[in-house]
Every structure is written in C-alpha cells, then in structure tokens.
C-alpha cells in the first residue's frame, strides 16, 4: 500500500473509531433503560414512558440549534472533547442507578446524555465531512464511522447478558465498560487529528441560518429522500422482534438474527465504497434501495420455521443497510464541500432531526397499523399473521419504492448538477 494511501486510512480508523461508542451508548437508553427503571427503581411505565417521550421531543427539536451553534463557537473536536464526559456521566448513572432513584433521576440524566449524545454526533458528522478533501475520501470517512457504529451496537446489544447472570448487574457493568471504552478511543480519536476545511460561518441569527439550510434544493432534496427512505428501514426495525416470535416462530433465535443483520451491514460497507467510486453514489445508494425491495417481497412469503430463509433475508437486508447508511452522509458531505460558508453543523443538526424523527414516525405508522389489523402480540391467528407480514414486509417495500422514485429523480439536484 502507498505511503498516502496508509495515512488515508489510518486518518479514516481514528475518526471512525469515535463512531463505535457513540452508537454504543444509544443502544441501551432505548432499549434497556426503560424496563431498567420499571423493574429496579419501581417507576410505573405510564411514568417512564413520559419521561422518555418529553426527553425525546426536546432533544430532537434542539438538534438544527446545536448544529447552527456548533458552526460557530470552538473547533469540531473541543466540542466533541466537551460532550463525551457529559456522555460517560450520563450513560455511567444511568445504567447503575444507586438506591431509591425516582423519575427526576431518570428526567435528569437523560437531559444529559442526550445533550451530549447530540453534540458529539452532530459534530463528528460535520468534522467527517470538513476532513475530506475528495468525494472519495469523503465516502471512506462515513463508511468507518458507520461501520465502527456498527461495531458499537453489537457490543452494547451482547455485553448486560455476557458480563452477568441478571440484567441490572449486566447493565451497570455494561456502563463500566462504555466510560472505559469512551475514554480509550478519545485518546486515539482527538489528539493531534487535523481539524478539515472549516469556511467562516455567516453572521445571522438561527432561525435564519436553519430556514436558509433548507431553502438550498440539493439539500432538500437530499434529506426529503433520506427521510422517505429512513422510515422505510424504520418500520422493519419497529416490528421484527414481533414477526420472528410470532411468524417465524423462533423468538430464541432473536439475537442471532439481529447480529447476522449488523455483521452483514457493516462487511458490506466496502462493497457500496467501491460500487459508488465506479457508479456515483446516488445511484449506489439506487442499487442499495432496489436489493432492499427485492428482499422485502421475499420477505412476504416466510413463514413459521423458515430458519434460513429468514436468516438469509437478514443478511441481505443487511447487505443493504450498508447503502443506507454510508451513502446518504457522503453525499451530504460532497454538498457541503462545494459551499462557501459554514453550514455542516446545521445541515448535521437537521439530519439528526429528521433521523429521530423517522424512528418516532415508523414505531407511530407501524405499531396502530398492526392494531388496527386485528394482530396482538403471540397470535397465531392467519388473518393476523398476514397483517404482520404486511407491514414488516410490504409497507417497507412501498416506502422504498417511493424514495428510489424521488431519488432517481432529484439525483442530478443532489448531486450539484442542478440547482
């Protein structure tokens, strides 16, 4: 390997290692935490869930104002530098929660982390775009951190089950290791990186500087797609625990289809690097949409003991989240290269908007659709099951099918060539 191309790469391991406790930390505040303070601290859910929901709202609605602010006090690493021990405080009490921990403990550490959480990766995203200095290069940052965030998942979604016998130990161990891993990887990640192209940001106020990020149309364009096509990955992710237990029948097999499913996104990243250097990444980012419909109508046709079948469909479907989740950002960074003033931290505070927003509106879409439908949980009623398989596999397909529409036809926006 050349000389520069082992420096590329060693730039594109460090900035992308931060991608790997970022998502680490996500994981279990949504999944682990609520049950955490229902069961240990005895909150009633009605309570936690109120407390998840107001926590949610603000932090996704602050998110544009963190970036336009991001844009203009302190570097992309300090930020990221002032975030993480919010972060690590946070995540740390969190999932060890000391004795008689009430709902204002909760409400308070969440406002923490998720301030932190969004500092830290709202900026990360800018700093990876102002890194690169070609589409190329651009591409390989995203594709790191996506696929060392990846990495993160994994390791959050094993460790409460692996470093104890009950959950609440597992889970307060599981945040020991996170500030550790946190604190490791800054170190490797921040001192010494160079700080990327950073133009001067305009001086205006932020509803201003938020309104004109969306007035640009390649960035609308480009963010309307990634909404469309987010909530179709959503809608899946909403109801796949319920469509293993009660279609597949193998809920067991759970985890094991969930690790097939990340490992086969994060192998593929490479793939849709190499396929973007030769095709251009919009259409990429097509190609990546269209082996997703293909597989969510197989996806129909699965029924009760289809091990393989199904195992297969999550690794292709996996296969496909590589697209989704390193092509979009790549694009976005290109935009942001061709500007002359400093909006990555907006255009990076909105994605993390709309990106939240998409898990909110699918979970919303998915889950009273389902209802609706006549399926509860553990039926086994026909006219249920195919309800299920109707929104776990067809519904995805027709949002897929709609954002490869609006991406095949504003790609030339997205991509500069109109404006």
Not at 212 to 231: E, H, K, Q, S, T
Request: one cysteine or more; aromatic letters at 8%; hydrophobic letters at 60%.
């Amino acid at each position: 390997m050349p000389a520069g191309e082992r420096q590329v790469a060693f730039l594109g391991l460090r900035y992308g290692l931060l991608g790997l406790p970022l998502a680490f930390a996500a994981l279990p505040i949504y999944v682990h935490v609520p049950k955490l303070y229902a069961d240990q601290a005895g909150l009633s859910l009605a309570l936690v869930g109120a407390i998840l929901l107001l926590t949610r709202i603000v932090d996704a609605v602050s998110d544009p104002l963190i970036g336009w602010a991001s844009d203009r006090f302190l570097s992309r690493r300090r930020l990221i530098a002032l975030a993480l021990p919010l972060l690590a405080l946070g995540v740390g009490g969190l999932l060890a929660p000391p004795p008689g921990a009430g709902g204002l403990w909760l409400a308070s550490l969440l406002v923490v982390v998720t301030f932190g959480y969004s500092v830290a990766t709202i900026n990360h995203g800018a700093w990876g775009a102002e890194l690169g200095d070609s589409s190329d290069m651009r591409t390989r940052l995203v594709a790191s951190r996506e696929g060392f965030g990846l990495v993160g998942v994994l390791f959050a979604a094993a460790l409460p089950g692996v470093l104890a016998a009950t959950m609440e130990a597992g889970l307060a161990r599981t945040g020991v290791v996170f500030v550790t891993i946190l604190g490791l990887v800054a170190l490797v990640s921040l001192p010494g990186m160079p700080a990327g192209r950073r133009p001067a940001a305009r001086h205006e106020n932020p509803w201003a500087a938020l309104r004109g990020v969306l007035a640009d149309r390649p960035f609308a364009a480009l963010l309307g797609v990634f909404a469309l096509n987010g909530i179709a990955a959503a809608v899946p992710a909403s109801t796949v625990l319920f469509f293993v237990a009660d279609v597949v029948r193998r809920e067991d097999l759970s985890g094991l289809f969930l690790a097939i499913y990340f490992l086969a996104g994060a192998a593929g990243l490479p793939v849709w690097v190499r396929l973007a250097r030769r095709v251009g990444k919009a259409r990429a980012w097509l190609s990546g949409m269209g082996l997703a419909v293909a597989v969510f109508a197989w996806a129909a046709f699965i029924g009760p003991g289809d091990i393989l079948a199904f195992g297969a469909l999550c690794a292709l479907s996996g296969l496909a989240l590589g697209a989704d989740l390193a092509l979009p950002p790549a694009l976005l960074a290109d935009q942001l290269a061709r500007r002359e003033e400093a909006r990555a931290g907006a255009c990076f505070g909105w994605w993390a908007f709309v990106t939240k927003a998409n898990l909110a509106l699918a979970a919303g879409l998915a889950l009273p659709l389902l209802g609706f439908l006549g399926y509860a949980p553990g039926s086994r009623d026909a006219d249920a099951m195919a309800a299920l398989s109707a929104v776990y596999a067809v519904v995805p397909l027709v949002l897929k099918l709609m954002a490869a529409a609006a991406l095949w036809r504003w790609r030339r926006i997205m991509e500069g060539e109109l404006q």
